[in-house]
């Protein structure tokens, strides 16, 4: 029930495609949703994160759409650029616990070719 | 900006000898963890603290030990290396209710 799935395990996108990864969560009570970014040699940092109130979160060429009664949020990555080029992780815990943690998905590889 | 600083970035130890990673944060934060990373297995959570002197055991945390007397330093230890605790061990600081910032890492190799 802790668990997040995501997948694909990695994905090759042309420059200028849509980069799309995705991840499944079991535990109702979860409902914060952060993206962490992964550069080689780099810690993971935040992205963006969504909560479900509402369904779809933009933020430049990043976008989430949440899916409550699925359970599944994903990334989508418009116009990808090889600077895009990094692990993805999703994540999910329950935002108001005060000693909450997340739970992260494996990651996903991306790579954008030139 | 927030700082999560970790000891080294890399490090070679021998089986049986006891390692310690530590990991300073610069913002006053509630919460730190200790996650290793890795492939395939994306990061999994070894101890997290929320509190001075509090702790809790993660998904992993047999063979490792951590400390946490001062609000900005978490330590991880781990008792007697072995070669299967090779790894990219990853820091974490987050204050109670907002984002979790991470460390650079530091790259573990047990011999």
């Known amino acids: 029930q802790q668990q997040v799935k995501q997948s694909p395990q990695s994905l090759i996108v042309q420059k200028g495609g849509i980069s799309i990864i995705n991840c499944a969560y079991e535990?109702?009570?979860?409902?914060?949703f952060p993206w962490y970014q992964q550069f080689p040699g780099k810690g993971p940092a935040l992205l963006i994160a969504i909560r479900p109130d509402v369904s779809e979160k933009k933020e430049g060429r990043f976008t989430i759409s949440f899916n409550k009664s699925a359970k599944q949020f994903s990334l989508h990555i418009m116009d990808s650029q090889p600077g895009d080029s990094a692990t993805y992780f999703c994540a999910a815990s329950n935002y108001g616990g005060a000693t909450n943690k997340l739970i992260f998905g494996t990651g996903t590889l991306l790579a954008v070719q030139p | 900006d927030v700082k999560v600083t970790q000891s080294s970035r890399y490090l070679v130890k021998r089986t049986g000898e006891k390692v310690f990673l530590e990991c300073v944060q610069d913002?006053?934060?509630?919460?730190m963890f200790w996650y290793r990373q890795d492939p395939g297995l994306g990061l999994r959570l070894i101890y997290f603290s929320y509190d001075v002197k509090m702790k809790e055991k993660g998904d992993i945390p047999e063979g490792y030990s951590v400390s946490r007397e001062k609000k900005e330093r978490f330590s991880l230890i781990l008792e007697s290396a072995s070669t299967n605790q090779t790894s990219m061990y990853l820091c974490?600081?987050?204050?109670?209710?907002?984002?979790?910032?991470f460390g650079p890492g530091t790259r573990l190799t047990v011999t």
């Open positions: 974490a600081s987050r204050p109670r209710w907002t984002e979790q910032y």
């Open positions: 535990n109702t009570a979860f409902d914060y």
């Open positions: 913002m006053d934060h509630e919460n």
